[in-house]
């Protein structure tokens, strides 16, 4: 589910509430590669709609391993 998506599973109002205590909210992209910032407060994968690839799993672990804090609704 995207940050914005304002439909009844969508994140909208978590991300209103975040935006609200000036915290910075966006995607990533770690299916392509990218990795969770390292100035990465909070980590939220919500209702993804297929099961996470191996690549995403390794870049969601290696930000825990870094002390990383992660919100996992699957």
């Not at 992209?29 to 209702?47: H, M, N, R």
């Not at 690839?53 to 290696?62: F, G, N």
Request: a negative charge; proline letters at 7%; hydrophobic letters at 40%.
């Amino acid at each position: 589910a995207s940050p914005d998506d304002t439909d009844k599973a969508g994140l909208s109002s978590l991300t209103s509430l975040f935006r609200q205590k000036n915290h910075e909210v966006g995607e990533l992209k770690i299916a392509q590669g990218e990795e969770v910032p390292e100035d990465c407060a909070l980590l939220v994968v919500a209702a993804p709609q297929r099961p996470l690839t191996p690549v995403e799993v390794a870049s969601v672990r290696r930000y825990l391993e870094r002390g990383g804090d992660a919100i996992l609704c699957l």
